[in-house]
């Protein structure tokens, strides 16, 4: 139904599934189950897609009653994920893996991930392999695709870095001085120019290294270019464990930087418009 990657993800609430022997059994826990339900749908609503539960999906063959639905875009695509959560307290069978991939190619959807936090027979995990179901747990998953969330989101920082640099160097020195987008010669205090070079050298050491990474301003620039040397660059060094919080920490920073261009122009702007007249 999509791609390979934005989402629409479904956990199967279908009490057959789980066997004759198990349906005595199932009613009991299903409180637990529910709330492993909304756990899972929780989870995928923090990475900003849309999560619903207890949705009917038609497939080729007949329908099937689905946990959860998130639909989204995962690292640039639009895709469909189809989930059974499995709350027990033992490891879930071949079976229901049969099962899943069964329902899987009957939506079409990209991938089925099996949920379930007490693991997998062997038998489960060999009926996992080379398909494009999954075999994980909320724990795991979080891990996994917050990883592969943070690095996509890493990505979309080289355009606009690049964006922000030639719209600082697009104003004169002077200016940039006066309007805090650089320190006065021999001043210390924040530079475009630097932030900019630290980015660019930070997500290449990443790429190259991964994680965790150190940060540090000045550092990290001049590995490059840098037109501000800080006296106490050893108090500005972080080191980031993941990539998402490795991209708040530099959205927040060009966010600032940014605004500070969009006020210097408007007011670079405004003082051409009145020298016109």
Known sequence: MASVLGVQLACTSDPSLLGPTLVAS???????WNVYQEEVAAFFRTLG?????????TGARTSHLIDVV????????DILWIVECKAWNKPVPKEKVFALRTIVGDVGADRGFMMAEKGYQSGALEGSRLTNVVLTS??????TLAYDLGMAKLQTLHKRVKHCSKRYWA?????????????DTLAFGFSGATLSQAIEQTLLQVLAHGFPVVYNEMFASMAAYSDWHSPTGEEHTIVFETPGMLFDYFDSKLSKFEALLDTAEAALKSAKEMDSH
């Open 70 to 77: 998130v639909r989204g875009r995962y690292v640039g695509f």
């Open 49 to 57: 897609l849309d999560s619903q539960t207890n949705i009917e999906l």
């Open 26 to 32: 199932y009613t009991r826990p299903m409180l637990a």
């Open 171 to 183: 104003i004169g020195k002077y200016d940039r001085i006066d309007h805090g987008l650089r320190p």
């Open 138 to 143: 909320v724990a795991d998953l979080r891990e």
